[in-house]
C-alpha cells in the first residue's frame, strides 16, 4: 500500500514539473503577448496601490486627529473620531494645494518661464563674460576652453523653449496620472483609513497563522520600528524643506537675487536629499545667479546660503528631527549614493529610512548571535 502511494507521489511530481515546464516554454514562447497582459493588469489596479500608499501616508495625521476627537467633551465628535478625522485630513490637504496652485506656484512658474525665456541671452552673456577673462585666468584652462568651443554653437532655446517645456510637463502628467486614477486613488485611500483597524486585524490574524510564534512577533517588531522611522523621516523632512525654502527665498528676495522664489523652491525641496541634495541645488542655483546677477552676487549668495545651511543642519534640522535616525554620516553618504545610483531621485530620498531599518535588522541579528554564543559558552563550562 505504502509503495503504491510512493508511486502515486512520484508520478505527481514528474507530472507537475512536467506542466510546469511547458507553461514556462509557452510563456517564453509568448514573452510579449504575457508581458503586455501584466502591464495592463498593473495598470488597472495601480490606483489601488497609489491609494494604499496615500493612506499609508496620511496614516499618522488622521490617527493624531482622532485621538483629539475622541479626548472632546462632545458625544457626538467622539463617536465619529475617525470620519472627523479623515475629513480634517483632506481639508487640510485640500487648503495646502489651495495655497500652493493661488500663491507660491504661480510666483514659481513665472519664475520658470522668465529663465526659460531669456536662457539663450544668459548663455550669451555668461560666453561673453568668460571671453573677457585675462589670459591667465585659472578658469581659461584647456579643458574648459574644449567644452566651451563644444557648445557654443547649440541653440539652448531649442531644449529650452516654453513649447518645449510645456509639451515636458504635459507628457510627464499625461503618463503618470488621470482624473479617473487619482479618483479611484483617493477614494481607496478613504476606505483603506476607514477600515485601517480591521485590516490591519486581519494582516496580524494572518501573519500569526502562517508564521511561527517567533516571526511574527520579529515582523510586528520591525514593521511597527519601520513605520515609526519612515513617517518620523517624511515628516520632519517636509518640514524641514519648507523652513529652508521660505528662509533662502526671503534672504535672496532681501539681496535682490534674481528668481529668488524659484531658487528658494528649488533649494527647499533638494534640501530633503540629505547632504547631496543641498550641495546639488546650492551649486546649481549658485551657477544661475552668477550667469543672471554676476560674480560678486553669487558669491553672497553662496555666503548666505551656506550660512543658512548650518543653521539648519545644527539648530533646525536636529529640533524637527530630533534623534529618530541615529545613522553616521559616512552611512547615510553611501545609502544616498547606492539608491540615486539605481532609483533616481525617490531612491535618494528614501535611502536613510531604508538604511536606518537595514541597520536595526543587522544590530539585532548580531545581538542574538553574540548572545546564543555566549549561552554555548556558559553550557561548555
Not at 533646525?316 to 532609483?343: C, E, R
Request: aromatic share 14%.
Amino acid at each position: 500500500m505504502e509503495n503504491k502511494k510512493e508511486k502515486i507521489r512520484k508520478w505527481g511530481f514528474w507530472f507537475l514539473l512536467g506542466l510546469s515546464l511547458i507553461v514556462i516554454l509557452k510563456c517564453l514562447d509568448n514573452f510579449m503577448a504575457v508581458t503586455d497582459v501584466i502591464g495592463n493588469f498593473l495598470n488597472i489596479i495601480a490606483p489601488f496601490f497609489v491609494g494604499i500608499f496615500i493612506a499609508y501616508i496620511l496614516y499618522m495625521p488622521c490617527r493624531k486627529f482622532e485621538i483629539l476627537f475622541r479626548r472632546s467633551k462632545a458625544k457626538f465628535l467622539k463617536r465619529r473620531a475617525r470620519t472627523f478625522s479623515i475629513i480634517t485630513v483632506y481639508l487640510v490637504i485640500v487648503a495646502i494645494i489651495v495655497v500652493l496652485f493661488s500663491f507660491i506656484l504661480p510666483v514659481v512658474w513665472d519664475s520658470i518661464v522668465d529663465f526659460v525665456s531669456n536662457i539663450q541671452s544668459y548663455y550669451e552673456t555668461a560666453i561673453d563674460r568668460y571671453n573677457n577673462l585675462p589670459q591667465d585666468s585659472i578658469l581659461k584652462s584647456q579643458q574648459v576652453n574644449d567644452f566651451i568651443d563644444s557648445i557654443r554653437h547649440i541653440d539652448i532655446r531649442e531644449y529650452f523653449n516654453f513649447d518645449r517645456v510645456m509639451e515636458y510637463i504635459s507628457g510627464a502628467i499625461s503618463a503618470v496620472t488621470g482624473i479617473v486614477n487619482v479618483f479611484v486613488a483617493v477614494i481607496v485611500s478613504i476606505y483603506v483609513l476607514a477600515e485601517r483597524g480591521k485590516i490591519l486585524t486581519f494582516v496580524k490574524r494572518f501573519a500569526e497563522a502562517i508564521f511561527k510564534e517567533r516571526t511574527y512577533k520579529n515582523i510586528d517588531k520591525y514593521y511597527k520600528h519601520s513605520n515609526e522611522i519612515f513617517f518620523k523621516f517624511i515628516a520632519s523632512q517636509f518640514l524641514d524643506a519648507v523652513v529652508v525654502g521660505i528662509l533662502v527665498t526671503i534672504a535672496m528676495s532681501i539681496m535682490g537675487i534674481k528668481y529668488a522664489p524659484l531658487l528658494g523652491f528649488f533649494i527647499g525641496l533638494f534640501n530633503m536629499i540629505p547632504f547631496v541634495g543641498a550641495i546639488i541645488a546650492v551649486g546649481v542655483s549658485a551657477i544661475i545667479t552668477l550667469i543672471t546677477g554676476g560674480l560678486s552676487q553669487a558669491i553672497w549668495m553662496l555666503i548666505v546660503t551656506i550660512i543658512l545651511q548650518q543653521i539648519d543642519a545644527n539648530i533646525i534640522n536636529p529640533k524637527i528631527v530630533g534623534k529618530s535616525l541615529k545613522i553616521s554620516p559616512i552611512l547615510v553618504l553611501f545609502a544616498v549614493t547606492i539608491g540615486g545610483a539605481y532609483f533616481g531621485i525617490l531612491g535618494m530620498f528614501l535611502a536613510v529610512p531604508v538604511i536606518a531599518i537595514i541597520k536595526i535588522l543587522i544590530e539585532d541579528f548580531v545581538d542574538y548571535r553574540l548572545a546564543i554564543k555566549k549561552n554555548e559558552k556558559i553550557l561548555e563550562k
